[in-house]
């Protein structure tokens, strides 16, 4: 199968959070299943340096003309390949857009130019696939900032010679970042008006790629089963659960994997010292001997350790950690922070560090090294989210014998099993997770987790069964493939129709289908479907 993957960051050339990582390692693990794939993304310039085992880039000789509203925007496309792999990797270099200080924003505030930006880029994904000659069979693109490419997909793409069958799946990493953008962005996307309204691309008014995306694609996927279920409710589909329960045929949950030849304990050229499930006592106990010393904490190997390596956003239960402070303080226990985010959040850890230097170590900003040290040296992982659509951290952790402490949402309850007298007797717990958004509950858990930890065989039953599970991509990478397998059939299906036979005697024939929802080449809905003239 031929497919191209669009996305707004991957490493090792760029990353804000886990979308970098699984932009990378999903292709990775479809070109080891023997799939020809490529990767679109935009290059920024900022991380040029400092990154190790980075690939080197070509420039290629193609110069990009794309329309962005009034303008012609052009800009060179670079090539490099994945490490490891046959994936050819297509950067969109495009310096007013892309080479910038942050990603997406700066000081915690959204570039005015996002719409413009990222609908320059979905077009250029056409381009790049026109021009390289990459004949998709399936283009999947994700999160907001490529929600343009399935509308593109169905509205231009399939108009062109070759590329009339081409299918589209779409990836939510994300519900709570939408792409909403005034209603007169609309006018930079160069499609027509009749786009425009509450089925498609239209919410509440604005502009919105995420919806986009998802009204648009022959297949929708997040990124984790219980995350599928839960955005089709009001509590957690941030105002598009209405759409998401149109498409719930279509919607897959596919859990993230790990690329384990990055994360692996026993091969981390961070760590101080490597270690595989047979001598994870000592391999765990210098590393967290090492991430005491560096980070100034007291080197006890007793007191248990407690990490956490994220984003420092409410998403990620920072305000959990925060109404819980004094009570976590009062116990023998350390604790250590890596990351960044909300000022309010980054100045209160870095006030409990100032005042209790033995017991806490905040570190803020972006640490790569760190994060694998974390991991490798900690005991427990703090995850304790409001929302989480999969969660890297606690698969890492996971891996590296580190015990999770989760909330039980999105991907975390998919991943972690709580250590209840049941799944301890079943022999299956591997963590500690619950269920509400309080911190009593969170507090419970915690004291919970800190006794445990000194009971020295349960808790290596713990650490085994984490380590135990594979969290490669392989199954992951499989499940993507019968989606894409899927949306291919929809297309092709859908491509019959619009040759002339009817929708019903088509999906009669069509066996594995479960739902017919499915629209014309062109991107418009079937006649059962189509919208009122009103919204057309
Ligand atoms: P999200 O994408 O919501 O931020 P994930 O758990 O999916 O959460 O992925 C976060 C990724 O970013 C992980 O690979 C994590 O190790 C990394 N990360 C987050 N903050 C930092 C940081 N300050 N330093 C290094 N790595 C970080
Ligand atoms: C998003 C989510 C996170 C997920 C990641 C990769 O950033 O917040 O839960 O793991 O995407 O899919």
Same mark, same amino acid.
């Given at each position: 199968m031929r497919i191209v993957i669009a996305s707004s960051e991957a490493v090792p050339f760029s990353k804000t959070g886990g979308l970098a990582d699984v932009a990378a390692a999903l292709p990775k693990a479809l070109d080891q299943s023997g799939h020809d794939v490529s990767l679109i993304i935009p290059h920024y310039p900022q991380f040029d340096s400092g990154r190790p085992n980075r690939p080197t880039t070509e420039t290629t000789s193609f110069c990009l003309r794309v329309a962005v509203g009034n303008k012609i925007v052009n800009a060179r496309v670079l090539r490099a390949k994945l490490s490891r792999c046959r994936v050819t990797v297509y950067l969109v270099d495009q310096s007013s857009y892309f080479d910038r200080q942050g990603v997406y924003g700066e000081d915690n505030l959204d570039y005015q130019d996002n719409c413009e930006r990222f609908v320059?880029?979905?077009?250029? $994904? &056409?381009?790049?696939?026109?021009?390289? /000659?990459?004949?998709?069979?399936?283009v999947h693109s994700n999160d907001w900032q490529t929600g343009l490419v399935p509308v593109l997909v169905a509205v231009e793409m399939r108009r062109r010679p070759g590329l009339d069958q081409t299918a589209s799946v779409f990836t939510i990493h994300n519900m709570a970042f939408q792409g909403r953008f005034w209603h007169w962005d609309m006018h930079l996307t160069g499609l027509d008006w009749k786009y425009? /309204?509450?089925?498609?691309?239209?919410?509440?008014?604005?502009? /919105?790629?995420?919806?986009?995306?998802?009204?648009?694609?022959?297949m929708v996927t997040t990124v984790s089963p219980t995350y599928a279920r839960e955005i089709q409710t009001p509590e957690y589909g941030c105002g598009l659960h209405g759409v998401l329960s149109s498409r719930t045929c279509d919607l897959r949950g596919i859990l993230n994997g790990v690329d384990t030849e990055i994360w692996n304990p026993s091969t981390d050229p961070y760590i101080a010292k490597p270690y595989t499930i047979d001598t994870v006592e000592l391999g765990k106990a210098a590393c967290k001997a090492a991430l005491q010393k560096q980070l100034g904490l007291p080197v006890r190997p007793d007191v248990p350790l407690f990490g956490s390596v994220s984003r420092m956003t409410g998403q990620k239960g920072y305000s959990l950690i925060a109404q819980s402070a004094n009570v976590l303080l009062d116990q023998d226990a350390q604790f250590i922070?890596?990351?960044?985010?909300?000022?309010?959040?980054?100045?209160?850890?870095?006030?409990?560090?100032?005042?209790?230097? =033995?017991?806490?170590?905040?570190?803020?900003?972006?640490?790569?090294?760190?994060?694998?040290? $974390?991991?490798?040296? !900690?005991?427990?992982?703090?995850?304790?989210?409001?929302?989480?659509? !999969?969660? &890297?951290?606690?698969?890492?952790? &996971?891996?590296?014998?580190?015990?999770?402490?989760?909330?039980?949402?999105?991907?975390?309850?998919?991943? $972690?099993v709580n250590a209840d007298? =049941?799944?301890?007797?079943?022999?299956?717990?591997?963590?500690?997770?619950?269920?509400?958004?309080?911190?009593? $509950?969170?507090?419970?858990?915690? !004291?919970?987790?800190?006794?445990?930890?000194?009971?020295?065989?349960?808790?290596?039953?713990?650490?085994?069964?984490?380590?135990?599970?594979?969290?490669?991509?392989?199954?992951?990478a499989a499940e993507y493939i019968q989606v894409y397998e899927k949306a291919i059939s929809k297309r092709q299906l859908a491509a019959e129709c619009s040759r002339g036979k009817s929708p019903v005697e088509l999906t009669n024939r069509d066996t594995n289908s479960d739902c017919h929802s499915t629209s014309f080449a062109d991107g418009s809905l079937p006649w059962k479907t189509r919208l009122s003239p009103r919204n057309a």
């Open positions: 320059f880029f979905s077009r250029a $994904v &056409l381009e790049i696939i026109q021009h390289f /000659n990459l004949k998709p069979d399936v425009f /309204n509450w089925r498609q691309m239209e919410s509440f008014g604005y502009l /919105n790629l995420l919806k986009s995306g998802i009204a648009f694609a022959d922070f890596l990351g960044s985010g909300e000022s309010h959040y980054e100045d209160l850890l870095t006030d409990l560090a100032a005042s209790h230097p =033995q017991q806490v170590s905040t570190t803020i900003g972006y640490n790569e090294k760190l994060s694998h040290q $974390v991991e490798a040296g !900690c005991d427990v992982f703090l995850m304790p989210s409001e929302f989480e659509p !999969c969660g &890297l951290n606690q698969m890492y952790s &996971l891996i590296y014998g580190t015990v999770p402490l989760v909330r039980s949402v999105g991907g975390l309850a998919d991943s $972690v007298d =049941q799944s301890i007797a079943r022999g299956v717990a591997n963590g500690f997770s619950f269920p509400e958004f309080r911190s009593d $509950v969170f507090l419970e858990q915690f !004291c919970r987790a800190r006794s445990m930890y000194a009971d020295k065989p349960t808790w290596r039953k713990l650490q085994q069964n984490g380590m135990l599970r594979d969290w490669s991509w392989k199954k992951s």
